[in-house]
């Protein structure tokens, strides 16, 4: 592992390096406590500390809405043209609980058929981490599903260790900016000064989820028919903002746009939500997931369920956005609580 260091004072430097070599995103201040991704000059304008932001990056590397193709149905064969736009970016700020979003988004967008739409935006970042020293707030749950440590998934990682930061370097495009600026190996001190943050963070990290975390598949599986989806489904108002803001959620939906010659058009994909009364319908209009309340359990044993049985891995991050977001107040720890304590009979 490569570790190199940054002084706090210096990080306008190391921002405005960047930004003279691609265009550079970070959390901004919104006000009202709320923060955004969005591009940024400077590090005066990046909140350093700050929760979750209200979209996760996910929104550069699957646009909420993109233009797949244009068609052309004149002449003996149709005719597909498709441009991606897919600049050089780099994303600063991203905390574990984004980066393990970021990481169950390669897999899905890995499979085959695979989108390349995805990857290649992927290959084109530059991810750069930044720790939380502490819980974020009590929506946060991070800690139950270990992606409060990063695992991953970035080019470089940073923790603040008092006046500096410490930088994990690890690929390597990151290695050849850190040496393009000339920034300092850490020393042995500053490396202790790295262990001590991990000590405290166990002390500070607290889920307030008593369950057992290689359990919650098992405790699922006794549950499906349990009278609390229907007490759930009875809040939710099927507005979808909990699936936009979840940093796993990627189902989107495909329209084809025809232009008044009825032979030329554009397919357009945008994000879809698996809590819309729709998303379920087939054809001859049968709907497979009718109430909400089935709506609900899906959404939640796609976090907790299906994507153990088929990547082992959990699709929440605990970053909490979903239940910060929910204007029914729908929390997904208290889902949990409940789950824990109904399978235990
Ligand atoms: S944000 Fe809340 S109300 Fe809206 S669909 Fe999700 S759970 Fe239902
Ligand atoms: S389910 Fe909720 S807490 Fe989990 S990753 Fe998605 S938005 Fe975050």
């Known amino acids: 592992m490569k570790y190199h260091v940054l002084e706090k004072e210096q990080l306008d430097c190391f921002i405005k390096s960047l930004a003279k070599k691609m265009k550079v995103a970070a959390p901004v201040s919104k006000g009202n406590g709320n923060y955004a991704f969005q591009e940024v000059k400077t590090a005066e304008e990046i909140a350093t500390e700050y929760i979750p932001t209200i979209l996760p990056p996910k929104k550069y590397f699957m646009p909420v809405k993109?233009?797949?193709?244009?068609?052309?149905?004149?002449?003996?064969?149709?005719k597909e043209?498709?441009?991606?736009?897919?600049c050089e970016m780099a994303i600063f700020g991203v905390h574990t609980c984004d980066l393990a979003g970021?990481?169950?988004?390669?897999?899905?967008?890995?499979?085959?058929?695979?989108?390349?739409?995805?990857?290649?935006?992927?290959?084109?970042?530059?991810?750069?981490?930044?720790?939380?020293?502490?819980?974020?707030?009590?929506?946060?749950?991070?800690?139950?599903?270990?992606?409060?440590?990063p695992n991953g998934g970035y080019d470089l990682f940073f923790t603040d260790i008092g006046n500096k930061y410490l930088i994990n370097v690890n690929t390597q495009k990151g290695e050849d900016f850190v040496e393009s600026i000339g920034l300092p190996k850490a020393s042995s001190q500053e490396m202790s000064a790295l262990e001590k943050v991990r000590e405290e963070k166990k002390k500070v990290f607290n889920h307030e989820v008593d369950v057992e975390p290689k359990k919650i598949p098992e405790m699922f599986?006794?549950?499906?028919?349990?009278?609390?989806?229907?007490?759930?489904?009875?809040?939710?108002?099927?507005?979808?903002?909990?699936?936009?803001?979840?940093?796993?959620?990627?189902?989107?939906?495909?329209?084809?746009?025809i232009n008044l010659d009825l032979k030329t058009g554009s397919r357009i994909r945008s994000w879809d939500s698996c809590q819309f009364e729709t998303f379920a319908t087939v054809a001859g209009g049968e709907n497979f997931r009718e109430e909400r309340s089935m709506r609900q359990r899906h959404r939640v044993y796609r976090k907790f369920k299906f994507p153990v049985d088929k990547f082992n891995r959990f699709f929440c991050t605990g970053c909490g956005r979903c239940s910060r977001t929910c204007m029914a107040g729908i929390n997904l720890k208290e889902i949990l609580k409940e789950v824990a304590e109904e399978s235990k009979f």
């Open 66 to 78: 993109e233009k797949m193709l244009d068609f052309d149905l004149n002449g003996k064969e149709p």
């Open 81 to 86: 043209t498709a441009e991606l736009d897919a």
């Open 102 to 149: 970021i990481q169950c988004l390669n897999i899905v967008f890995n499979e085959r058929p695979r989108d390349y739409n995805y990857l290649i935006r992927k290959e084109n970042l530059f991810i750069i981490g930044l720790e939380c020293n502490k819980y974020c707030d009590s929506f946060a749950s991070c800690a139950l599903v270990n992606s409060h440590l």
């Open 221 to 257: 599986e006794k549950v499906y028919n349990s009278k609390l989806w229907e007490k759930v489904g009875e809040k939710c108002v099927s507005c979808g903002n909990c699936t936009n803001v979840c940093p796993t959620c990627y189902c989107f939906d495909m329209d084809d746009f």
